[in-house]
């Protein structure tokens, strides 16, 4: 298949990964590279789609989606989620995103996905180019934590960071915090327009680095960087998120962790209440494209545990 009858293109597949790797540490700055073990991860089983495009032999470009099952009112139907969009600088002027995204939509037609949603870091290239429409902001909550800073400082330096991994969950057991058996997590709030938090998406998650613990008998999904990443909770009201909150800041205490973070959509449930007490920041603008107009989409309960960096 050739673009432009000048780029080769190919389906993406494992035979690929070695030239994906190589094209987005080239695309995206130092300290974003990307190794084997989460591109397999993220992208090789039979829930993606995904093009990548060469110039004789050299990664230029890629797009691709992930699919996941979604709660549509009463309805179970597939939808993708676009991330590592890339094109190296030297060949956007040959509208290879458009190309390949028009490749990958008509793709996930055939495989009955009813909408692409994402939180692309260019916004307005999504909305000029491949004609996606705007959810609106996510909100982000931070909560600050006064301890000593090493968690960043391990975070930076790859050799030494599994070091700091094998501590965080010695601070967990400690804590007793660890929901060993815990494979789901209940639907939290919203009980429409969301991704079910069931075991093959816990699953999924906990391979790309998340984990699952219980505080106060509730299922909580983080993930940890430098800071302390919130995915997704159950359903708590504002007094039982608050007690898990401080219960969060005694861990990150430990662990050298001085933030605490969680994104959650502007329209949902869970930013009505949360803003009730805590302050928020804009975060990633949430956007989708349909692909049946039958589906159409105002608003998606869409959390920090839907980010393909989280």
């Not at 939290?188 to 938090?197: A, G, L």
């Not at 804009?282 to 608003?299: F, G, P």
Request: hydrophobic letters at 40%.
């Amino acid at each position: 298949m050739l673009i432009n009858n000048k780029f080769t293109v190919l389906q993406f597949s494992e035979e690929l990964i070695d030239d994906f790797i190589l094209l987005f540490n080239q695309s995206f700055t130092k300290g974003r590279n990307i190794d084997r073990k989460r591109v397999s991860n993220t992208y090789i089983n039979d829930n993606y789609i995904g093009f990548l495009a060469y110039d004789y032999n050299k990664p230029i470009a890629f797009y691709g989606i992930i699919i996941f099952d979604f709660k549509y009112n009463d309805q179970s139907i597939k939808v993708g989620q676009s991330i590592n969009s890339m094109v190296l600088p030297s060949y956007r002027k040959y509208n290879l995103f458009y190309h390949l995204a028009d490749l990958t939509n008509n793709l996930a037609k055939t495989n009955d996905v009813k909408f692409i949603f994402g939180l692309p870091n260019s916004p307005e290239l999504f909305h000029k180019v491949l004609d996606w429409s705007y959810l609106g902001s996510m909100k982000k909550y931070s909560f600050k934590i006064c301890t000593l800073p090493f968690a960043k400082l391990f975070w930076k330096i790859n050799y030494i960071r599994f070091l700091y991994v094998h501590y965080f969950k010695l601070v967990i057991n400690i804590l007793n915090y660890f929901g060993h058996n815990c494979l789901l997590i209940k639907d939290s709030i919203d009980n429409n327009y969301h991704i079910p938090r069931l075991q093959k998406y816990i699953i999924y998650k906990k391979k790309l680095g998340a984990n699952v613990i219980k505080i106060n008998k509730t299922s909580i999904i983080i993930s940890i960087d430098y800071r302390l990443k919130v995915g997704d909770l159950e359903d708590v009201t504002i007094e039982k998120f608050t007690k898990i909150i401080k219960k969060l800041k005694r861990m990150c205490f430990w662990l050298g962790i001085c933030e605490i973070c969680f994104s959650v959509d502007n329209k949902s449930d869970w930013n009505e209440i949360l803003s009730s007490k805590y302050q928020s920041k804009d975060d990633m603008q949430l956007m989708y494209i349909e692909l049946d107009n039958n589906y159409t989409l105002d608003t998606a309960h869409i959390t920090l545990a839907d980010y393909d960096t989280f």
